[in-house]
């Protein structure tokens, strides 16, 4: 049985690729692994490591004796150590990563560096900040690719990857966003206390290459939401450098009835409250590419997902600068903006992510990548 490694560092790629690891613990060709990392081991958004752990697989190593700073730089070193004595133990014969976090990036240098095939989920998609090179560096990385469209191909292809090593299966959360055993509102209402019949939900994170800005921003955003009069599910950003300055004006929502803050949702019930919301508003990747397959009106603020943001297609959104005026008339309109698009997959990624696995030439493929040039295309 081929051994697979899955590399988790977030909340947010464990919800992306777990249709994929699902079906890997439950194949009899394959072996899964899953290194549980980063922004998962933190107490202060949620410990999210137990999410993972509920879902049972066989195999699964936590990275307790990672430590933690301010550094982007410093953290990913730590996790490359700290990956390389499980990988040489375990001697996967394909680490699996995902998107554009440190602990992908990480995952893709061990693999590379130790001869071991590395696969990226969602690479050739641009951004806006440091987060789109860490992605196209994992790109340069890995071996293979698993893309959400054509786009995302072309681009690997810009870069010198062969058009045979990467493959369109769509983003791989839509099978779970598709599928009917979600969570009916009801009970994830419950589950997190929430009172409100109408909401939208906030999701802001730091714009590392935008530091100096960053309390200006969370500020107009923050005082646009209070005077909107509305109800909000609001969701901490991730660990990046800028995320105290972002909590510390949260602190404003305390005691207001109008507002529920939560280190971490699950997945699934963060799926049901997206389809069930008024609207999202924030700066998260989820505004950009959920809400377009629900067709539930997206406020995106500032750069962080600029290269997303496609306005003939992705017509659910309103791009907007940090400012109040600007998010406020935003606000005022999202009813106009509630349209379906399917720009990033079907619901069948598992299924076409399987198949793929299962081809000789996968496992055949030389170790030793070469430069393709767009002139020998």
């Known amino acids: ?48 490591y137990n999410e993972v752990l509920k879902d049972g697989y066989s195999n699964v190593q936590i990275a307790y004796g990672q430590h933690f700073s301010d550094s982007m730089s410093y953290n990913t070193g730590n996790v490359i150590c700290d990956l390389t004595g499980y990988v040489s133990s375990v001697r996967p014969d394909m680490i699996v990563v995902h998107g554009d976090r440190i602990d992908a990036l990480a995952g893709a240098v061990v693999g590379a560096l130790n001869n071991i095939r590395v696969a990226h989920i969602e690479g050739g998609e641009v951004s806006g900040t440091i987060d789109e090179s860490i992605r196209h560096a994992i790109s340069k990385f890995a071996h293979f690719h698993f893309v959400s469209n054509g786009e995302a191909k072309s681009r690997l292809i810009q870069l010198g990857e062969a058009g045979t090593n990467i493959h369109v299966i769509g983003s791989p959360d839509i099978d779970i966003m598709l599928s009917p055993d979600l969570p009916d509102i009801e009970s994830a209402k419950q589950r997190y206390g929430i009172p409100f019949e109408k909401y939208g939900i906030l999701m802001y994170h730091p714009v590392t290459t935008q530091f100096s800005m960053t309390r200006q921003y969370i500020k107009e955003l923050v005082d646009a939401v209070l005077a909107s009069d509305k109800q909000y599910i609001v969701i901490y950003p991730n660990n990046d450098l800028g995320t105290e300055i972002i909590l510390s004006e949260y602190h404003r929502f305390e005691g ?122």
């Open 1 to 48: 049985m081929k051994k697979i490694l899955f590399i988790t560092g977030t909340r947010a790629d464990y919800g992306k690729i777990k249709s994929l690891m699902q079906a890997l613990e439950q194949s009899e060709n394959f072996s899964l692994y899953v290194y549980i990392s980063g922004m998962h081991l933190l107490e202060k958004y949620g410990s999210t």
């Open 256 to 377: 207001n009835p109008n507002f529920r803050i939560f280190p971490s949702i699950r997945f699934e019930h963060f799926l049901t409250f997206l389809k069930n919301a008024e609207f999202m508003i924030g700066n998260s990747s989820a505004g950009i590419r959920e809400t377009c397959i629900y067709g539930i009106p997206s406020i995106d603020i500032g750069d962080r997902q600029s290269g997303r943001y496609v306005p003939e297609i992705l017509k659910n959104i309103q791009h907007v600068n940090a400012c109040r005026s600007e998010i406020e008339g935003a606000i005022s309109r999202i009813e106009d903006y509630r349209i379906k698009s399917q720009k990033f997959g079907n619901g069948d990624s598992t299924k076409l992510f399987m198949d793929i696995l299962q081809q000789e030439e996968i496992w055949t493929t030389p170790i030793q990548k070469q430069f393709n040039s767009l002139g020998d295309m």
